[in-house]
């Protein structure tokens, strides 16, 4: 039903900061959205997750507490702090349409967005 598209990604050096913002075509009160990456040879990082019916979020125990992720209306933010070049990677916003953040799992019926490259270079 949703269609998404995750923007905002760039070039930047070590230690700044980035915000990437996923757009959403419809309502998300009923999805999880959640924030994956991955690095070209790696495979597929989770990131943060937030639940469309309260907005509590998950998976906060990765990235060292140096990202965050929020929701106004139709788009999810991603805010990167303190950004090491190993954070480089494709950015990707995906839905799940069952908003089960806290099973940790991404599901078949989950929907994706396009993705965003992110550089963190000196």
């Known amino acids: 039903q949703v269609q998404l598209q995750a923007s905002g990604g760039g070039l930047v050096q070590p230690g700044g900061s980035l915000t990437l913002s996923c757009i959403s075509s419809?309502?998300?009160?009923?999805?999880?959205i959640a924030w994956l990456r991955q690095a070209p040879g790696k495979e597929r990082e989770k990131v943060l997750c937030i639940s469309g019916m309260d907005g509590s979020t998950y998976w906060e125990d990765s990235m060292e507490g140096r990202f965050t992720i929020s929701r106004e209306k139709n788009t999810v933010y991603l805010q990167m702090n303190n950004l090491k070049p190993e954070d480089t990677a494709v950015y990707y916003c995906a839905a799940d349409p069952f908003d089960r953040c806290d099973l940790g799992i991404i599901g078949p019926n989950w929907r994706w967005g396009q993705g965003t490259q992110v550089t963190v270079s000196s």
């Open positions: 419809g309502r998300l009160d009923h999805y999880g």
